[in-house]
């Protein structure tokens, strides 16, 4: 298995949305993100009278076919974004311009000492209001396929609260404001299970379910459900001592098997080098068999609805307030925009004018 390739891949699925072009905070469209793979808890799916894996899902399933021999074991690995509230504010009163005396910055309170504020310039840069996100894995290895036959393994996990209060301050040393990232607490559950579905062929199922308690606001409300959800959720499975069978091209005998493969909000696809069968992502994103980055992409762009070229064009021909607010979103598009500047005019030309046919290639570049 070709494991930088099948991060890679897997590293596109988790940031696809991430933040959209205009690439700037006060976008539209960027102030209600992550269409894909969101899991949200199960009490507020149950509030909008949805299915627990149809629209504003709690849960999603993979199943996919093993060829195993005895002994043949899987490593799942789930992966998903868990959101930061970030939120820049302004000092208010005598905490203004603070330098050594006063409360410590840890101690600073909303509403006596600073107040919440979409934008705040300081020193030159640009601060705004914005969600981050920190990248979660739930890794379980090693689990045998035999054991999983009429008896599920589970496994549990769950992230706390968190609150940092981060300083900004003037050329001068005041203190002219603090970044506070806020992270809800969410929980979530992998369930595995295995049935045989012939000789030595194994329908292997993956649960993956969000039952985070919620009240209050994180009832009614999508962006404060979002808060304690797990964003862009995939899951990449890998089997020693077997292979997984294309779901898209299954081999005649074992075409109404894969047919009867039930997948809720994902598609397992098999990845790495053309023609390696130990390794399937489950994408909330649909996807051909070996999928690839194209080679001419520079980096991510997060927003892969629209053409490198148009995306890397349209960069190019923002004003200098546009990318000055673009480069204060966060470190990701602030890196995106200085790659962007910075490609020479060969790798520009490389984006324009290739043309594939995943579909013939048995592959879908990204």
């Known amino acids: 298995m070709n494991l930088g390739l099948v991060e890679k891949i897997a590293n596109a699925v988790l940031y696809e949305g991430y933040i959209l072009y205009p690439y700037r905070a006060s976008a539209v469209k960027n ?6 793979g969101a899991l949200y808890p199960r009490a507020f799916s149950m509030a909008q009278g949805q299915p627990a894996e149809g629209v504003d899902a709690c849960a999603m399933r993979t199943e996919c076919l093993v060829i195993a021999g005895p002994g043949a074991t899987l490593d799942v690995r789930v992966r998903f974004l868990h959101l930061v509230a970030r939120e820049v504010c302004e000092m208010i009163g005598p905490s203004r311009g603070l330098r ?13 000492h600073y107040r919440a504020v979409a934008m705040l310039e300081v020193g030159g840069r640009i601060f705004q209001t914005w969600q981050e996100a920190v990248e979660r894995d739930i890794v379980i290895p090693k689990v045998e396929l035999t054991e999983l036959m009429g008896r599920a393994s589970e496994r549990a996990f769950a992230f706390p609260d968190s609150k940092e209060v981060e300083p900004l301050r003037d050329p001068g040393g005041g203190l002219a404001g603090v970044i506070v990232r806020r992270q809800r607490a969410i929980e979530g559950s992998v369930e595995i299970s295995a049935e045989r579905a012939g000789d030595q062929v194994f329908k292997v199922s993956v649960h993956v379910s969000n039952p985070t308690p919620v009240s209050g606001e994180s009832l ?8 304690r959800s797990l964003v862009s959720t995939h899951t990449i499975l890998s089997v020693r001592g077997g ?7 299954p081999p005649e005998a074992l075409r109404g098997l894969a047919g009867s493969c039930r997948n809720s909000g994902t598609w397992p696809v098999l990845v790495g080098e053309a023609g390696e069968r130990d390794c399937v992502l489950s994408s909330p994103i649909i996807l051909y068999d070996y999928p690839q980055i194209a080679p001419e992409s520079a980096g991510e762009l997060f927003d892969s609805t629209e053409i490198d070229e148009i995306l890397t064009l349209r960069i190019l021909t923002l004003t200098d307030e546009e990318k000055r607010e673009m480069r204060g979103v966060d470190e990701r598009a602030r890196r995106l925009l200085e790659r962007t500047e910075s490609l020479p005019p060969e790798q520009l030309m490389r984006l324009h004018g290739t043309m594939r046919s995943p579909r013939a290639s048995g592959e879908d570049e990204r």
Do not use: H, K, T
């Open 220 to 227: 009614r409300s999508r962006d404060e459900a979002l808060m």
């Open 31 to 36: 102030q209600q993100r992550w269409n894909f």
């Open 243 to 249: 292979e997984f069978v294309s779901l898209l091209e």
């Open 100 to 112: 050594e005396a006063g409360p410590l910055e840890s101690d600073l309170r909303e509403g006596e």
